[in-house]
């Protein structure tokens, strides 16, 4: 194997079958820097750097991307903000973490830098509890950023009045973690129809191990499901450098998927570009 061809944390070594449509979006991605501290309680991850990334997007004919603040480094969104600046507006935005109640001046700050919404990892549950989603919700509504929730079926379901109450936009991760089998009898499912549905929700097609690790083309009912319920509400992403994953994929395999998963054209280019370009405001 060429040693030049390899970029850390992926399987990739050739472009994906798939025709990627110009101004695709890798809309969940995260960066690491193992000298960085690690919050409390939180998981440390090796250095995984915005160039070894860019590699990965030239890689896969992706031109855009989103930067996700990880729950390794809770409320320091540091590094994050220094690998989003150093991006530029027209290639990157962020989601940020950060309490209900944090500071309007910094709010300034990183709405200016390109940040455009906050993360409630409720998997791990660091920073955030299940408590602050309502007033983190509202606190989004203000500041005109969307909340994405990374959080079990079974707590979609439990919080399911705060979530079709949030004044914001919600954006679910990694599929809303809906189950493999017999999800429209999940009452999750209700909750993410509802807001697709209504306008007011997004599902991200990222991280299908996350379902299956063994089998991620698994997902792809599911997959297709949701896309033909609401394709104008979904989007892709990598989910690099794979955090979550027992084993390191194949970026274009798994980008290869999206072709069973939605296999008209147009809707490819809606959830890989337009989508996003609209929930994330890329020009």
Not at 50 to 75: C, F, I, N, W
Request: charged share 20%; aromatic share 6%; net charge negative.
């Amino acid at each position: 194997m060429d040693d030049a061809a390899k970029i850390p944390f992926t399987e990739a070594l050739a472009p994906p079958r798939l025709a990627v449509p110009p101004g695709a979006v890798d809309c969940h991605h995260h960066i690491y820097d193992a000298a960085a501290p690690v919050a409390p309680g939180a998981r440390p991850h090796g250095s995984a750097r915005l160039a070894d990334h860019a590699r990965l997007l030239e890689r896969l004919r992706v031109d855009r991307h989103v930067l996700v603040q990880p729950s390794t480094y809770g409320l320091d969104n540091a590094l994050h903000l220094a690998a989003l600046r150093q991006a530029g507006p027209a290639r990157a935005r962020m989601v940020a973490v950060v309490r209900p109640d944090f500071d309007a001046g910094m709010a300034r700050e990183m709405a200016a830098a390109g940040v455009v919404g906050a993360r409630a990892n409720l998997v791990q549950g660091i920073p955030l509890a299940p408590a602050d989603v309502a007033p983190l919700a509202r606190r989004m509504a203000d500041l005109g950023w969307h909340l994405q929730i990374f959080a079990s079926a079974a707590l979609i379901a439990e919080l399911a009045p705060v979530l079709r109450a949030a004044p914001c936009p919600v954006v679910f991760d990694h599929f809303a973690q809906l189950p493999l089998s017999d999800w429209a009898a999940h009452p999750a499912w209700g909750v993410v129809m509802d807001l697709v549905q209504a306008g007011r929700g997004w599902v991200k097609l990222s991280s299908p191990y996350s379902l299956d690790q063994a089998r991620p083309e698994a997902v792809g009912p599911l997959a297709r499901a949701l896309v033909e319920a609401a394709p104008e509400r979904m989007v892709w992403g990598t989910n690099w450098p794979h955090p979550n994953a027992e084993a390191i994929p194949d970026d274009a395999a798994l980008l290869d998927l999206l072709a069973d998963w939605a296999p008209q054209a147009s809707t490819r280019q809606a959830i890989l570009v337009d989508n996003p370009a609209q929930l994330y405001g890329f020009g």
